[in-house]
Structures are given as structure tokens and as C-alpha cells.
């Protein structure tokens, strides 16, 4: 058994601990990342701090090299160029700046004889030494250190390479160069020069290598182009994605973080197409913070236990008295209703809900007692309107076709009530041998006294129809008699006719009643209009308006109640004689027993199974001569 399913104490524990704990956990779920947020952000100030402060030296380092490169330059260009004065000028100019490695001062000579490239450095082990930059097969005049600068005519930075001047492989570093176009006086004429200093990035390497504001965290350096001044350690690079994202907040200093599993990547820039990104790991930053998070939730799911556990107790303890009247309820609910309920030990809410079930045993008891009572009365009546349903459809003609000895008449009629009973009727018989009477007419209400009214009607209109051969006659004579005695102001609307079978012609009375189709054998479909005289049994009338009108063979008719055109469909919309129309110009080639049936189903597809509102009755009729066919 669900003891949630079947106890509230369960049900309200658990829904307690279910509130509890999702106020606990939200309120540290939220917490957490407020103070994680802040943590990163503090982070994130601290690094901006040492970045700002590297990016100034390093900016300070690059001013003295240019500064170094044009004192070189002033110098040559105003004193004719011998080895004596540039080693002078080198060691003056590098001694003054410990931060440069090395620099020269090369000609652009055509003649191999007046080449001139004297190299200047200090080298690992702190001796200033000379060398040259004339080397077989790597003429300097082709690197881009010399031609740039000529080319642009000012002074250009290098990207970071190895050297490969020194004479000792452990003497080339990595470095980047400076260098400036010059034209200086060497011998009898001015030539072509650059001056370049070549500035060490073991420095560099040492500063990043050292920037490690965090346990774990480390420092790269990149630059324009997709290159990376100072690679990240060995094992440690981004991966692909990040890498390009980095590359390309470069050529723009644009300054942001990205996520990565175990940290994110900081990035801010610190030179012109210069970028340093900064590595955090999680572990650095919330490692500590996690231990305490641990704690705390351990100490929260114990608490949260506690208190479940009480609330537990309070409810049980509380909502025992609910118990006996659960007990005393189920009983009620199995239909005993003699025993009473136990009394309410105390004035509070289950106590009040003691009394109000007490109240209502009484009251189901003595209900139940009059519906019995009532029951049986009900279904007397039903049985007595089932019996007067099958008595009223009786009255009315329902053998198809009705005159299979006449070959000149098809004929189908249909009616559908409302109710058990309704008032609508239809009729057609042969008073005479050649002459058919039809009628289809609507009681005004619904029920048993519309039935009644209906059977009156129909029982006076073939009574009379013998004894007076004018239609108008007929009618009159029938409203006399229905305005005998009817004080409930009954009335019926009616549509009558006459059709003689030899010759076609048709004598149709209509007494407030629609107007009907009619259909010629060439398919047009036209509305049979006719003066439109007061309903039956509202008022005397003496003279009653009838239509004379010839049928063609082949033509038909459609007669029908409002219940058909006003039928509507769950939206609202009514069925409607044009759509009536349609339908019938539509199976104009079919016989009456299928015009009548094809409408009652989009009658059923219009309304979609909405109750009935009022009655339906249809009539169709089709006349021929004597040598057509049915």
C-alpha cells in the first residue's frame, strides 16, 4: 500500500520537507553564486592589477630600446662612420641600457667590398663582445629587420626569433629587434643604413613565468598574426576553439575571460597587437570554499532531519481525530446511515467537521429516502411518454413508399422530436383517386401538450379533407375548430397542399409556415413563394390565400420545419435554407428516400452531436406524368 496515497500525516511531512528544503537549497544554491560571482570578480581586479603593472614595464622596456635606436641614429648620421666610433657608440648605447642584448649598424652596399655590419652584444656570461653580420649564403640585406625599415622609412618592430649570430650555440636567445633607417657618411660617399637593437626576451620569459597570482594558474603571451610571443608550459595549451577566440580579441585589445572545465582563461591586452592571457583554475579559487560548502550542507541535511521529524510528530499527534471519522465516514460511504458519528471531543475545525458530517448523515438519509420516491414516479412518467411516443409516431404515416400502386408519385417524409413527444407532423393521403393532400405543419412549444395539439391537427385536417375539396375550405373549416376551447393560445403553422396526379397541378396553402424548395427537372432550384396567411388557431380568418402553380414532370419539392434550417453547430452557426438549398439541387437525380436521408446526415455532420433544440420534419415529393417512371 502508498501510505502517501493513503495518509494525510505522510502526505503533509513530506510536503513540509519538500518546502524546506527547497527554500534551504535554493537559499544556497543562490548564495553560492553570489559568492562565487564575487570571488571571480575579485579575482579578476587582482589580475588587472599585475597585468596593468606588467603591461607599464614592458611598455618602459620597449620606450628605452626605441630611444636607444634613435641615439644610435643621431649620432651616425652626424659623424662620418668608422669601426673605432661604433665601438664606442655600441658600448656607450648598450652599457646605458642592460635591458638591450646587442645592436648593429648596417650598410646598404651594392659592392660586396664596402659591406659593413658590425654586431655589438653582451652575452650570457656578462663580456661585451663583437662579432659580424656578414655571413656567406644569408646576406643581412635580405632579412626583414634590415628591408622593412627602408621600405616604410621608420621603425619597425620584428616578430620574436632565435638568434643565430653568436658564436657560441648557447648564446643565441630568443629576441625581437628595433630597427631604424638611417644614412650615414662611410668613406666618400653617404649610403644607406639601419640601426637595430635587439632586445632579450629571457626577461620576459622570467616575468610571465613568475606572474602566478594563484597556485596553478600561469601566464602566455600573444601578439598579432596567430603567434604567440611567449607559448604557454609544455601540455598546457588551450584548445582550438579557445585558442582562436583568444587570437582574435587581439589585433582589437579587447579585454575578456573564457570558460574552460577546470578554470577560465583571463585576457587583457598590455601593447599595441599584444595580448597576455592569464590561466585560474577552479581549484585555486574555490578549493577552500567547496570544504566549507560540504560542511554546510552536511550540516543543513541534518537539521532539515530534525525538523521533518518534529513537524512529523505535531502533525500526527494533531490529525489523530481524524482518524474515527475517517472510520465513521467510510461507513456512510458503504450506505450505512443508521449509525451516528462519534462525538467531537473539542470545539476546534474537526470538531466542527464532526458536527457537519453528522448533519449531512441526516440529511443524505432522509434525501435518499425522497429520491426513491421520486425515482419511482420519474420513471412511471417515462414509461408513460415512451408509450405516448410509439402512440404519436403511430398517427403518423411512416409505410415507403406509400403508394407503390401509383407510378407518378415518389414520396419519403421523415420527422425527428425534440423530446419524448414532439409537435411537429406531417400527412399525405389520397382523398380522391387522382389527388394527393400533403401537409407538414409545427406546434408552437414543445412536449406532451404540443403532441396533443399535433394529433388534434392532423386528426381534423384528414377528417375534413373528405367533405371539402377546396384546400381553402379545408383550412378554414380547421381553424374554427382549433380555436374552439384553446385557451392556452395554441397554435400551428402549416403547409398544405393539393397535387393532382393526371395533370400536376398543385393548390398550396401556407399558414405562417417556411416556404419550400422546389427543384425543376432542369435543376434549378427556386424558393415556391406564396402569400403567407396568419398561423391555425390564433385568430378567425374567412379567407385563406392559395398558389396555384403547374408542375413539370420531373420537378419536386421540399418540405420542412424550422427545426431543420435553425439547427446550429457548437460554434453558432445555423444550418440555413441556402445551405438546404445546395443539398437539394445537389441530389436532384436521386430519389426522395435519399433526399431525405442525405439531409438528415448534414444535419448530424452540422451539428456535430449537439443536443436537439427543436423538432425536424422533411417531405419530399417528386411528381411524373403517368408514362415516367419512378
Not at 505522510?10 to 559568492?35: H, I, K, N, P
Not at 658590425?118 to 632579412?143: A, L, N, V
Not at 594558474?217 to 598574426?225: H, N, P, Q
Not at 429520491?371 to 402512440?391: D, G, P, Q, W
Request: aromatic content about 8%; some cysteine.
Amino acid at each position: 500500500m502508498n501510505p502517501l496515497k493513503h495518509s494525510l500525516p505522510a502526505r503533509l511531512s513530506l510536503s513540509a520537507l519538500l518546502v524546506v528544503s527547497t527554500v534551504f537549497f535554493g537559499a544556497f544554491a543562490y548564495s553560492r553564486l553570489v559568492y562565487r560571482e564575487q570571488i571571480r570578480s575579485l579575482a579578476d581586479m587582482n589580475a588587472d592589477f599585475d597585468i596593468r603593472a606588467l603591461s607599464e614595464r614592458i611598455a618602459a622596456v620597449r620606450v628605452r630600446a626605441e630611444e636607444s635606436a634613435r641615439t644610435l641614429v643621431s649620432v651616425a648620421e652626424r659623424n662620418p662612420i668608422t669601426p673605432e666610433l661604433t665601438d664606442a657608440l655600441f658600448r656607450s648605447v648598450l652599457g646605458s641600457n642592460r635591458d638591450l642584448y646587442g645592436g648593429t649598424l648596417a650598410l646598404e652596399a651594392g659592392d660586396p667590398a664596402e659591406e659593413f655590419a658590425p654586431y655589438y652584444y653582451w652575452p650570457k656570461y656578462d663580456m661585451f663582445q663583437k662579432t659580424t653580420m656578414i655571413r656567406e649564403g644569408h646576406p643581412y640585406q635580405r632579412s626583414a629587420w634590415f628591408t622593412l625599415p627602408l621600405e616604410r622609412g621608420g621603425g619597425v618592430w620584428s616578430k620574436p626569433y632565435l638568434s643565430l649570430h653568436a658564436d657560441r650555440i648557447e648564446d643565441n636567445i630568443f629576441m625581437i629587434t628595433y630597427s631604424l633607417p638611417a644614412r650615414v657618411l662611410m668613406g666618400s660617399r653617404r649610403h644607406r643604413a639601419v640601426a637595430a637593437v635587439d632586445l632579450s626576451l629571457d626577461w620576459l620569459d622570467k616575468t610571465i613565468a613568475s606572474f602566478q597570482p594563484y597556485e596553478g594558474s600561469y601566464a602566455f603571451v600573444l601578439r598579432t598574426g596567430g603567434e604567440y610571443i611567449l607559448p604557454p608550459p609544455v601540455g598546457r595549451r588551450p584548445d582550438a576553439e579557445t585558442e582562436r577566440r583568444l587570437f582574435a580579441a587581439v589585433p582589437g585589445g579587447e579585454s575578456g575571460s573564457l570558460p574552460r572545465p577546470d578554470g577560465y582563461v583571463l585576457y587583457r591586452p598590455i601593447e599595441r597587437n599584444m595580448s597576455i592571457a592569464l590561466f585560474i583554475p577552479n581549484e585555486a579559487l574555490f578549493g577552500r570554499v567547496e570544504a566549507t560548502e560540504r560542511r554546510l550542507l552536511l550540516i543543513g541535511a541534518l537539521c532539515l532531519a530534525l525538523c521533518c521529524g518534529g513537524v512529523a510528530w505535531v502533525i500526527v499527534r494533531s490529525l489523530r481525530p481524524l482518524r474515527s471519522l475517517s472510520g465513521a465516514a467510510a461507513q456512510i460511504a458503504a450506505g450505512s446511515l443508521e449509525n451516528p458519528l462519534p462525538p467531537a471531543e473539542n470545539e476546534d475545525e474537526v470538531g466542527r467537521l464532526v458536527l457537519s458530517f453528522e448533519q449531512m448523515r441526516v440529511a443524505l438519509k432522509e434525501y435518499i429516502e425522497n429520491l426513491t420516491v421520486t425515482t419511482a414516479v420519474k420513471e412511471r412518467l417515462e414509461s408513460e411518454l415512451a408509450v405516448a411516443r410509439v402512440i404519436q409516431a403511430g398517427f403518423l404515416p411512416r409505410t415507403f413508399p406509400p403508394f407503390p400502386e401509383r407510378r407518378g408519385i415518389d414520396l419519403h417524409a421523415a420527422l425527428r422530436p425534440a423530446r419524448e413527444v414532439g409537435g411537429d407532423l406531417y400527412d399525405f393521403f389520397l382523398p380522391e383517386n387522382d389527388t394527393l393532400f400533403f401537409a407538414v405543419g409545427d406546434v408552437s412549444g414543445k412536449g406532451v401538450a404540443a403532441a396533443l395539439f399535433m394529433a388534434v391537427t392532423r386528426t381534423l385536417l384528414k377528417g375534413k379533407s373528405s367533405f371539402e375539396p377546396e384546400l381553402r375550405d379545408l383550412v378554414r373549416d380547421v381553424n374554427r375548430d382549433l380555436l374552439e376551447g384553446n385557451d392556452q393560445c395554441m397554435f400551428v403553422t402549416l403547409l398544405a397542399g393539393r397535387l393532382n396526379l393526371t395533370n400536376g397541378h398543385l393548390s398550396l396553402l401556407n399558414a405562417g409556415h417556411d416556404a419550400p424548395l422546389l427543384l425543376t427537372r432542369e435543376s434549378e432550384t427556386a424558393v415556391l413563394r406564396t402569400r403567407v396567411n396568419p398561423p391555425l388557431g390564433l385568430a378567425p380568418v374567412e379567407d385563406f390565400a392559395v398558389l396555384e402553380h403547374d408542375l413539370r414532370p420531373g420537378d419536386r419539392l421540399l418540405m420542412y420545419t424550422d427545426g431543420v434550417t435553425e439547427a446550429r453547430a457548437p460554434a453558432g452557426a445555423a444550418f440555413g435554407r441556402e445551405r438546404l438549398a445546395v443539398l437539394f439541387a445537389r441530389h436532384g437525380n436521386a430519389g426522395c428516400r435519399e433526399l431525405v436521408e442525405a439531409a438528415l446526415a448534414a444535419l448530424d455532420a452540422h451539428t456535430q452531436g449537439a443536443p436537439q433544440e427543436d423538432d425536424v420534419t422533411l417531405l419530399a415529393l417528386r411528381w411524373t406524368d403517368k408514362g415516367m417512371q419512378n
